[in-house]
């Protein structure tokens, strides 16, 4: 078995015989070690972090304490930014776990861990048992999926369903008779679980990919449209869980809100605030996948000679690269842009990635192959030396086992250079993992301590909490940090035009609010402290601090 080589690969290929499938449950069982312990280790070790994941836990939070499934409410407001998946997960865990950060997120580590394994599966059941190894490998140690593994939001959630409706879809068109109807019922089933956990894009975006990858393919005559009937009618049946009765509900509203507001409006305006350049995704897309981000070299110069009429490797790849362009292009017309928009691509350059990692496996030689061994043993040397850089400059030095974990992570590295010397490719691909995996432990051991009051403002939410009187709320924080809004258990003012949490841009939004309660605890920096304490309408009590942040009780005067 031979590969087609870019034009510019002229060594000669050799090719090792594929493992066999005994191996396959070795190879499984270190994969899911590796991504649990990637995505798992030290998952509650930080307070939520920014405007996101405080809102998301708290509405989760609000809903386990309710029982109310199905009206979504952040501080007593009703709230429809986004659907309800990611809450009814974490509710759950918040059942089995408590309610603290490690239940809040450990519903996306889930799904992160899913991803990976379906990866696995889906390759395997296409008889590419190396390049399932590589793929779900490259996945479960790339940059940004790591990262959105460990927080409490829903693209992760996103992801894991996209990734099981595409390749679902995949399969359905590689069989015939039941198989193939329970691929497509299991692909539509999937785009339900993406639309409940992100809205329209769970479907849309789906059938763009399996249409024009059907279209690239010349294979739209082979869709059954029975099957597809019958997959829609489960479709409806899963995302109906929840859109049907939230519509019933709360009728216009909520398709006012959820629909046109933040689906259309977030798509076609700034009104939310995140503006990127067009080619702001492209490079998010390259970054979120180091170590192995050079490897996309040689993908690249291959593209051009992919056959996916004849070849099913080839096939699997054209999906991935129609998988990577699609939203990619979408979601660069956006005028809103947030990198994990971008992440259920993941998966799809962990394909291109992994099967030339695979090839390089195999003893392929390739001019550009051999371009990106080098330069990511380069990348990881470069990550080792700079982690031991920003340690001493964010912690100072470290003293006994610290200096073993703080090394650790170069040492590594250095194996694996010395792997690759010696031609042990195996070893070098495991080593480039292991890089990974060190610096997650080295991170969390060492790295966090020192964060935890410096990302958060869990301290100084927790105190504040502690200080509110009876019926009393904090009502006034820094724009992008509301940590306050889960810590405080949800005694948070609402802004009364929106609903949504209430944060005073200026101090007159302030003395409106105390129109209608007695007193409020903002929270705030110290810029605003001196123009507090020189208007006359308010009389200010220092409750708490926390670096540059101020929890202070906030009353008009009498």
Known sequence: MTYPSAPDDKAKIIVEPQPAAKERPYALAAILAASTFAFVFGLGGLGLLGPDEPRYAEVAREMFVSGDYISTRLCGCLWFEKPVLLYWLSAISYRFFGVNELAARLPTAVAAIATVALLFFALRRLALPRVAVCGSLVLATSGIFIAYARVAAPDMILTASMTAALLAGFLATKTRGRARLIYTVLAFSFMGLGVLAKGLVGIVLVLAILGLFLLLTRQVTSLRWRDCLIGFVAFVAVAGTWYIPVIERHGWAFIEEFFIRHHFQRFTSNEFGHPQPVYFFLIVAIAGTAPWTFFLIPGVRRLRSLRPRLEERDSLLALAWIWVAVPLIFFSLSESKLPGYILPISPALAVILGVEVERFWSGDRARTLRIAIWATAFVLVGISVGFMIYLHREAGSVSGVGVLLEGLPLALALVSVVALVMNKRATFITGTAAVILSL???????????????????????????????????????????????????????????????????????????????????????????????????????????????????????
């Open 440 to 558: 997650i432990l080295a991170s969390v051991v060492l790295v966090f301590p020192v964060l935890r009051d410096e990302v958060t403002l869990k301290t100084l939410s927790l105190e504040a909490a502690a200080a509110l009187r009876p019926g009393e709320k904090i009502g006034f924080y820094l724009k992008k940090e509301f940590a306050p809004v889960f810590y405080a258990e949800g005694r948070v003012l609402c802004e009364p035009r929106r609903g949504g949490t209430f944060y005073a841009l200026h101090q007159n939004m302030l003395s409106d609010a105390l129109e209608t309660e007695p007193s409020l605890i903002i929270i705030t920096d110290s810029r605003w402290l001196e123009g507090l304490k020189g208007d006359p309408r308010f009389t200010i009590e220092p409750i708490a601090s926390q670096g540059d942040s101020l929890a202070l009780r906030v009353e008009l005067k009498k």
